[in-house]
């Protein structure tokens, strides 16, 4: 598909993450206005509240913009999600409506972004193949590094949705209790071995009460994020046998602002690699529901320039999100708009192509030596961390906007009051 | 502390759950009423919406109780929840408000009884002592049966809020992955080994953004529900290495209708066992905040009469809710009013006193054999369990009211539409 022009500024730069091909969705304020939906083009923001409120959006009896998130809209269902598309493709291509619509566009420069949606509950899966190998080569050794179960379901968990944050909230680094391996008893530190993992995030946009298909599924799927799930992997190593990772997961998941929607990435659709084990047939493939999305990760030290420590693609991925939302439902677990399923740690085959740094530095083992000189095996202190996507068209690119943290340093008494 | 007397009907009852010393909160409706939070007392409901609208509760600008959960009230915060009952006890105590308040009192048995809370997030810890030597000794053997970190921290997982039922809601047997020993490879098919756990759960009734101390966690809990968390092991089996529980334990949790609020149950404080590791500073006990309460598994098999098949106490965990909770917040995880924590399966020493059927079956080996003659390893579709539940005082009960479910068939096939 070909670029989509549209008379905004900056829609039409082959640099913007937001081509009129794109048309994310988000939550932003400024100085003059309260949180409300907007739509991301160019160089502006689409202010939707005000849309609805002047009729140039028409699409339901009650309001569905002037809230600071979009479940209102994903709650509407995907026939008001393609006429939302359809109406703004209109409002924003069309030169005739340039007298109308200008004044309802905010410069991006002077907003500020929020978390796009309430997060109903969160999930997260362990999907990559090259990062659980990797994982599980460090961990039990290269002849048990996949689980039995691996190539035959998503393995996920359950997450925390509280600890859900917008790009560019600072992360604190979190005290937990952990066991070094030349101490016989557990301590309460701080982390350690505080990391990253560059994940995507598949929103649900629909409900379901009992087990869904996989085509079902992939249409349940409002749109995509970046995510960041920040990892203390000291605390994890400790608490997490028999049920699983629970405070190292829980001080943040930091999520890109914009809502990329299905229909955006519908040209980049690819396929998930091939099975080792024949997928039972209630996960198997039904169509391409992957997406080549190109994805970037810079660590920036304290007041230092940032270097690209990870450079791979969503591909890489064994099993795609709507595989993972309709394993989720085969014990009838009600899924609920809202709902937030990260994909699991995103690496390829290539050791630049990790990410996370936990394999990055082999466990710790191999520092990574950053543009500035200094080392890094884990996260330090005012490290400042960037993940960046786009789906890359033909001259224009379906970006994400980045999603960012920053880390800052452990509480001297994390009860001191 | 002895009997408090009520004028209304059936409430100073020895065998009623609901004495004047308890007034747990529920929701209910009836065929003319929407649902709306009340207090149980006796063989009555007090409807508290009611109760605002006509002024004889007056305890916030906006109303609190004309919606069909308690979240509200969670909310106002502890000193609300304080003023609350001592008015409720001079409603409902004191003989000179009958005239005014015997109209708000609405039969029980009229009622239908619905969830008491928008539950936010709920997690389910592994506390009990006696249950994880038992699931440890039965999958890794007597001498490996409980992981290194569990007389340290209280291990825990997150579950999945959709899933929460209120007592009385059929749950249906699961369909999910699992592999059978004497296969090689997995197959979808009906869980065969579906199981209860008896356990308390605790209602968070005030936010938190970083780590709290026990004392604090504790002044945190709204109140207390039995909760069964339906469990299929066999599902569970195959899916929980290495992250955890996931589908197993999704299809459902149920709990008791009533919340029995901290102050309800502050004369029956019990301390927990005593410690083979001193605890760390943060998780150290801060004075008795287990809870004496007798609990009771009975099941029938459709058309047959109830046998109990487990009596134990809460006072048998490990870990009390309060020190849950501060595990909880370590990681700087924030908490959020409505979030539910199941305790962890509760089961004593004796084998009378096992809080699950994989337990009282050890694995499926040794089957019950109910009144009826039937035996059972694990649940039979039509079979209903009830858990019950009291602190025993003198002459009364703070009971909890029935939590209780039936299992249905499988679907014969779960995406037939």
Same mark, same amino acid.
């Not at 929607?261 to 396929?271: I, S």
């Given at each position: ?279 039972? @047939?209630? !996960?198997?493939?039904? /169509?391409?529901? #992957?997406? *080549? ?9 304290? &007041? %230092? ?77 005012? @490290?400042? !961390?960037?993940?960046? /996507?786009?789906? #890359?068209? *033909? ?9 960012? &943290? %920053? ?11």
């Amino acid at each position: 598909m070909p670029l989509m022009t549209s008379w905004v500024p900056g829609a039409n730069s082959p640099d913007t993450d937001f081509p009129l091909n794109n048309l994310p969705y988000g939550v932003f304020s400024t100085d003059e206005m309260d949180e409300r939906c907007g739509v991301a083009i160019g160089d502006m923001i689409f202010d939707c509240a005000r849309a609805e409120e002047e009729g140039l959006i028409a699409l339901s009896d009650s309001p569905l913009f002037d809230v600071p998130f979009w479940n209102e809209v994903m709650e509407a269902g995907p026939e008001v999600w393609a006429a939302l598309r359809a109406r703004l493709v209109e409002l924003l291509g069309d030169e005739a409506n340039r007298d109308a619509v200008a004044p309802l566009l905010v410069p991006m420069a002077e907003a500020v972004l929020h978390m796009p949606m309430l997060v109903s509950e969160y999930t997260d899966f362990y999907a990559g193949r090259h990062h659980a190998t990797n994982v599980g080569t460090m961990f039990r050794g290269a002849e048990n590094a996949l689980p039995p179960n691996w190539l035959h379901i998503p393995i996920g968990y359950n997450g925390r949705a509280s600890s859900v944050v917008v790009s560019g909230t600072d992360v604190r680094r979190p005290w937990g209790q952990l066991k070094s391996p030349d101490h016989d008893l557990p301590a309460f530190l701080p982390c350690r071995r505080f990391d990253l993992e560059l994940e995507m995030g598949a929103i649900v946009g629909t409900a379901s009460e009992g087990p869904v298909t996989v085509t079902e599924a992939n249409e349940m799927i409002f749109g995509y994020v970046l995510l960041n799930d920040w990892s203390a992997r000291d605390i994890q190593a400790w608490e997490y046998q028999p049920l699983g990772p629970f405070q190292a997961k829980a001080t943040a998941t930091t999520i890109s602002p914009w809502i990329v929607t299905r229909a955006a990435l519908e040209p980049f659709k690819c396929d998930t690699p091939e099975r080792e084990f024949e997928l039972l @047939d209630h !996960l198997k493939d039904a /169509g391409p529901m #992957l997406y *080549d999305i190109d994805l970037r990760v810079t660590l920036a030290p304290e &007041g %230092k320039p940032a270097t690209e420590i990870a450079h791979t693609n969503y591909r890489e991925m064994y099993y795609s999100s709507a595989q993972q939302l309709a394993h989720h439902t085969t014990s009838g677990c009600p899924m609920t708009p809202g709902d937030l399923l990260g994909s699991g740690t995103i690496s390829g085959a290539e050791k630049h192509e990790r990410g996370s740094l936990l394999e990055l530095s082999w466990g710790g083992k191999e520092p990574l030596t950053l543009d500035s000189g200094e080392t890094r095996t884990f996260l330090e202190d005012g @490290d400042t !961390l960037t993940l960046t /996507g786009a789906a #890359l068209g *033909d001259g224009y690119r379906i970006g994400f906007g980045p999603c960012t &943290g %920053k880390v800052l340093p452990a509480l001297e008494d994390p009860y001191a009051r």
